[in-house]
């Protein structure tokens, strides 16, 4: 039996309808409580064309795309929009609290947070790297969330967007603030990502796939190790200072010294073992990160 199309909700009248609640007070910003939320509508996916922000507990039987949420005590999640939420067949769990916000980025048009937004690299994570929040975090996080449903809920002014806007950038800064702390924190499950990554990229510069496929991607070395790209990227930058791609191009170049050291293979042959199709972007490429050019470092062996 084919699988069922993810049901897509445009605007936030829309999913106040479908899920049985009062007109939004507000057309383009809502927060809904979790606590005593029912599944009646036969929707078991949904695709949401606004951002997402949610704190939830007792939450065990939801998805997000293909990686299952299963943690029992409060962690925040981030969508954003054209992302695919889910749920088992079960519906929802009984013990499930918390709240969700709903932000329809026709409400940040004309504003700061507009295109910073795309800077939270954490709506790209999957849902099981949310962010796991300590009670005071939770206290001051739910705080934030007060003050921008207080706001919407008041008579909406020419101050009120600014004033809403304001609240969910200290929202949004403060995630960012604890998902460093949580790479720093869950120390040994970051560490062995790493000596994943560098296990991984051993053996791919150590075989034959380099020559057949080039340079590995981002998005391939992720899918292997089984996160998101983005919070791959953000994962090391918070251990090591560097992205994901600088440590493909670190392996590269770590590759390249040893044959030029080594052998006395040219700089095309070295090129093309190491995935280049011209060796003109392998040599600028080595120059750009050693400040040599390939012969040069060759002949400082000399």
């Not at 949420?69 to 939420?85: K, R, T």
């Not at 969700?100 to 690299?121: C, Q, R, V």
């Not at 918070?238 to 040219?266: D, F, M, R, V």
């Amino acid at each position: 039996m084919a699988k069922a199309q993810p049901y897509r909700i445009k605007t936030i009248t829309d999913l106040h309808r479908i899920g049985g609640y009062d007109k939004p007070q507000h057309p383009l910003i809502s927060i809904l409580n979790l606590e005593g939320l029912t599944n009646n509508t036969g929707v078991n996916s949904v695709i949401f064309d606004f951002y997402v922000v949610s704190l939830k507990r007792g939450c065990d039987k939801l998805f997000y795309g293909q990686q299952k949420y299963d943690f029992d005590e409060g962690v925040m999640a981030f969508l954003s929009p054209g992302q695919i939420l889910r749920g088992e067949e079960n519906g929802v769990p009984a013990k499930l609290s918390g709240w969700m916000l709903f932000i329809h980025p026709d409400f940040l048009w004309g504003t700061s947070l507009a295109n910073k937004i795309k800077k939270y690299e954490y709506f790209d994570y999957t849902i099981n790297e949310a962010l796991f929040l300590s009670d005071k975090e939770e206290t001051l996080i739910n705080g934030i969330v007060d003050n921008i449903k207080s706001e919407y809920q008041a008579n909406i002014d020419k101050f009120s967007q600014d004033i809403i806007i304001s609240h969910l950038e200290t929202l949004l800064n403060y995630s960012e603030r604890f998902y460093q702390r949580q790479f720093i924190t869950r120390k040994k499950s970051n560490h062995q990502l790493l000596s994943q990554l560098e296990e991984w990229l051993n053996a791919y510069f150590n075989n034959t796939d380099l020559i057949e496929k080039g340079l590995p991607s981002v998005q391939h070395i992720a899918d292997s190790l089984n996160v998101s790209p983005s919070y791959l990227s953000s994962l090391l930058k918070s251990l090591t200072g560097q992205s994901t791609q600088q440590h493909i191009h670190n392996k590269l170049i770590e590759k390249a010294k040893e044959k030029l050291s080594t052998t006395n293979l040219s700089v095309s042959e070295i090129a093309f073992q190491l995935g280049f199709e011209h060796p003109q972007s392998f040599s600028k490429l080595f120059k750009t990160k050693t400040k040599q050019s390939p012969l040069e470092f060759r002949q400082s062996f000399n």
